[in-house]
């Protein structure tokens, strides 16, 4: 089983509606949790940041997080084409900088105008 | 404020030579994040450096090796290159105080024939 678990999608959702993005994971020890963005030939932009369990919102997402189902979620709400990239989870144990952060495989979204 | 960046932007190899992949962090960054992207799927972390010296490596072979100058640049170099090689590297870096918030490059992508 790997560590962080991601579908791949592609996911096709109209434009306006609400995206649901989701990643699993099986270390129990991993406690903050990132969200990034990477459009197509860049590299990946951070978009959310969170510890532990709970929900942070920035804007148009919300990311939350469920330690004790070992799931985590982004919501983009009011979703735009220019919301159209892969969405990557990924997370760490510590809040260290030589702590190794895991990425899932990343989920495909295209928003259709 | 120059994001982090990457050079070169392309890379054609054949099968055996090696490559030298460079890399500048953002201004007030010292740390610096290897990872390789396979097509299709989430980033791979090879090692960190910081204080000019490998901190964490992840599970790549001893083909794959670094280097940080006192400037915080960093180089990646892999000899004898595979087919498998083949994929986009990423180099993301981290301020002193921000822990484990990466920020990325756009990326090399090697291609390997």
């Known amino acids: 089983q790997k560590e962080v678990e991601q579908d791949p999608g592609p996911l096709s959702v109209p434009e306006g509606a609400i995206v649901s993005l989701n990643c699993t994971y099986s270390n129990s020890a991993f406690q903050y949790f990132m969200w990034y963005r990477q459009y197509s030939r860049k590299g990946p932009e951070l978009l959310m940041y969170?510890?532990?369990?709970g929900n942070k919102e920035d804007g148009r997402f919300t990311a939350q997080v469920d330690k004790s189902s070992k799931y985590i979620s982004l919501f983009i709400r009011d979703s735009q084409p220019s919301d159209s990239a892969t969405y990557l989870c990924?997370?760490?144990?510590?809040?260290?900088?030589?702590?190794?952060?895991?990425f899932g495989k990343g989920t495909r979204l295209h928003i259709l105008p | 404020d120059a994001g982090v960046t990457q050079s070169p932007t392309h890379l054609i190899k054949t099968r055996g030579q090696q490559v030298t992949l460079r890399c500048s962090p953002k201004s007030g960054h010292d740390t610096v994040s290897w990872y390789q992207q396979a097509l299709g799927q989430g980033p791979q972390f090879i090692f960190q450096?910081?204080?000019?010296?490998?901190?964490q490596r992840g599970n790549f072979p001893d083909r794959f090796s670094g280097h940080q100058f006192p400037n915080y640049s960093s180089e990646l170099n892999v000899n004898a290159l595979l087919l498998g090689d083949s994929a986009l590297y990423l180099c993301?870096?981290?301020?002193?105080?921000?822990?484990?918030?990466?920020?990325f490059g756009p990326g090399t992508r090697l291609t390997v024939l």
């Open positions: 969170t510890y532990s369990s």
């Open positions: 990924a997370m760490s144990e510590v809040r260290a900088r030589d702590d190794k952060i895991i």
């Open positions: 450096y910081y204080e000019e010296e490998e901190r």
């Open positions: 993301a870096s981290t301020h002193p105080s921000s822990y484990n918030e990466q920020f």
